[in-house]
């Protein structure tokens, strides 16, 4: 089975930066997409970004978009989310995810990595 490992989260003021990686283990090909969600508390998982299997597209959510940059790195087999001008409202355990070519769902979750922003 493919399995995905969250890293790089932490605590950070607001303002500041934060890296998180992905790696990915497993079969895949090059056409698995990948996506970071997000969850805070008391809140229900939501879709932060998005990247093809090659890397050339990508998509964000509204709430990130210019701040965030998700990239690639397929001979290492790692994904990355860039984070900057971090919000307190950022706040939450991000969630690595991956799903193949033809596959509705992603299926493929990390156990995820959590990220603090304070005021």
């Known amino acids: 089975q493919v399995q995905l490992v969250e890293s790089g989260g932490g605590l950070v003021q607001a303002g500041g930066s934060l890296r998180l990686s992905c790696v990915v283990s497993g079969r895949t090909s090059s056409f698995y997409r990948m996506a970071w969600f997000r969850q805070a508390p008391g809140k229900e998982r939501e879709f932060v970004a998005g990247?093809?299997?090659?890397?050339?597209?990508?998509s964000y959510a509204d709430s990130v978009k210019g701040r965030f940059t998700f990239s690639r790195d397929n001979a290492k087999n790692t994904a990355y989310l860039q984070m900057n001008s971090l919000k307190p409202e950022d706040t939450a355990v991000y969630y690595c995810?991956?799903?193949?070519?033809?596959?509705?769902?992603?299926?493929?979750w990390g156990q995820g990595t959590q990220v603090t922003v304070s005021s």
């Open positions: 990247v093809s299997g090659s890397g050339g597209m990508s």
């Open positions: 995810a991956g799903r193949p070519l033809g596959v509705k769902e992603f299926k493929d």
